[in-house]
């Protein structure tokens, strides 16, 4: 299992928890950032966010530099990107899942920035549970 950590207190939280957990359960953890490159001192922040994971007792765990396109928008296609980085590591580490860290404001903002690029009413889902090749199509949630 694999917890994607930007570093902020929402993901660290998460990855505190799995590295807390999975040697209790035995599994195997360990940690991603995603390096956007979006932001001056951006690969440092990443570096510093291995350690932080390092430091946890995470194992692997690696930082993933991704280019970000400019399809649907600034955000969208750093999701891209950076959902595409994570499935490239799970595949890669053999991982069953990735962990992501998301709050109410995050859910929130998913809402408003679909509504604002005129999604519709589908925006109102939000972010989904469970997504990527795990995901069963069509399942309840």
């Known amino acids: 299992m694999l917890v994607a950590c930007s570093g902020g207190a929402d993901s660290m939280a998460l990855a505190s928890a799995l590295a807390f957990e999975a040697p209790k359960l ?73 962990l992501l860290g998301h709050t109410r404001d995050d859910q929130a903002e998913t809402v408003l920035l679909g509504l604002a690029r005129g999604s519709g009413i589908r925006s109102l889902s939000g972010m989904a549970a469970v997504s990527g090749p795990a995901a069963v199509t069509g399942a309840p949630s």
């Open 26 to 98: 035995g599994i195997r953890a360990g940690g991603v950032t995603v390096d956007h490159g979006l932001q001056p001192g951006s690969g440092l922040r990443a570096d510093e966010v291995v350690l932080k994971l390092r430091g946890l007792g995470l194992d692997p765990v690696e930082s993933i530099a991704v280019t970000v396109g400019r399809e649907g928008g600034p955000e969208a296609a750093a999701r891209d990107a950076r959902y595409a980085a994570l499935d490239a590591a799970a595949e890669r580490h053999g991982a069953t899942a990735v």
